[in-house]
Each structure stands twice: as C-alpha cells, then as structure tokens.
C-alpha cells in the first residue's frame, strides 16, 4: 500500500533547526513531485515547498525563503526538510505530499513547535 511517513518534528526554539524527513512506498517515487505542507490551528493549509521529480526545480514562498530546503534522494526514496532559523510563526503540523497530474498521496504530519 501507499505510505508516506515523516519523522523528525519536535519542540526547538526560535533560532534553532530541524530536519524532517518523509519515507515513501508503494508507489513509483520519481513520477511524482514532492511537497511540504503545514497547518497552524485555525489557519489554513499552506504549502511549504515543492521539489521537481528529479531535484531540478524547487519552489518556496515567501514566509519560509531563504530559510527551508526542500531536497529528495531518489535511491532512497526520502524527502527531506531543512528548516533553518526557526519562528514561532513556523509551529504547525507538517505534512509531505507526492503528486502526479490530479493523484495527490498525504503523510499523517509531525508536530513543529518553535517556543521559548
């Protein structure tokens, strides 16, 4: 069956780093494009990051430019989030997500919490 299962969320504070990681299976890895999602509560879902099928191309907004990095290893079927100089405005659950065409496939999330 289709899995996608992050790993790494934890309590850190503003300033700090942290690298989450997302394991896929049951799929063909390297026909999707690769996202990050969160959800603070109350907000909407927002997307994080996107990286092409092959790494060629990532995309960010602006909230989180300069500070996450999106990457994939193909062999080993991750993706991973580097996220850099953390906020408090960061704390959401974060969620990966492959997609080809209109099939989107969704991890369970892992808790962020940046706070002093």
């Known amino acids: 069956q289709v899995q996608l299962v992050e790993s790494g969320g934890g309590l850190v504070q503003p300033g700090g780093s942290l690298r989450l990681s997302c394991a896929a299976s049951?799929?063909?890895?390297?026909?999707?494009?690769m996202s990050w999602y969160r959800q603070a509560p109350g907000k909407e879902r927002e997307l994080v990051a996107t990286?092409?099928?092959?790494?060629?191309?990532?995309n960010y907004p602006d909230s989180v430019k300069g500070r996450f990095t999106i990457s994939r290893d193909n062999a080993k079927n991750m993706v991973y989030l580097q996220m850099n100089s953390l906020k408090p405005e960061d704390t959401a659950v974060y969620y990966c997500?492959?997609?080809?065409?209109?099939?989107?496939?969704w991890g369970q999330g892992t808790q962020v919490t940046v706070s002093s």
């Open positions: 997500n492959g997609r080809r065409y209109d099939n989107h496939y």
């Open positions: 049951g799929f063909t890895f390297t026909n999707y494009a």
């Open positions: 990286i092409s099928r092959y790494g060629g191309t990532t």
